[in-house]
Nanobody, 112 residues
Framework: QVQFVESGGGLVQPGGSLSLSCAAS?????MGWYRQAPGKQRELVAS???????IYADSVKGRFTISRDNNRTTIYLQMNTLKPEDTAIYYC?????????WGQGTQVTVSS
């Protein structure tokens, strides 16, 4: 089993920035962030592999940046130019050897 410690959510005004972090109890091949807004399906925001290959949702390209520490157990999501439609619960995600792991989620609210 894998445990995640997520942090960094909160309330921010449109155009502002937030940074999320997620620390895993062990290294995982892929780590990333999904989000789920009220009444919507959970969607991929960004992911990164141990080889630092990244994937971003089209809606966040150019605004969000995912990165990973050298130990490959902690990821960061820098979110800039936030929009109200970015409001959601953001879930840390990990995948290794075919198994999926999920964090508890952290709320991000973009509102004036």
């Amino acid at each position: 089993q894998v445990q995640f410690v997520e942090s960094g959510g909160g309330l921010v005004q449109p155009g502002g920035s937030l940074s999320l972090s997620c620390a895993a109890s062990r290294g995982l091949y892929i780590m990333g962030w999904y989000r789920q807004a009220p009444g919507k399906q959970r969607e991929l925001v960004a992911s990164i592999t141990t080889l630092a290959r990244t994937i971003y949702a089209d809606s966040v390209k150019g605004r969000f940046t995912i990165s990973r520490d050298n130990n490959r157990t902690t990821i960061y999501l820098q979110m800039n130019t936030l929009k109200p439609e970015d409001t959601a619960i953001y879930y840390c995600y990990g995948k290794n050897l075919g198994a999926d792991y999920w964090g508890q989620g952290t709320q991000v609210t973009v509102s004036s």
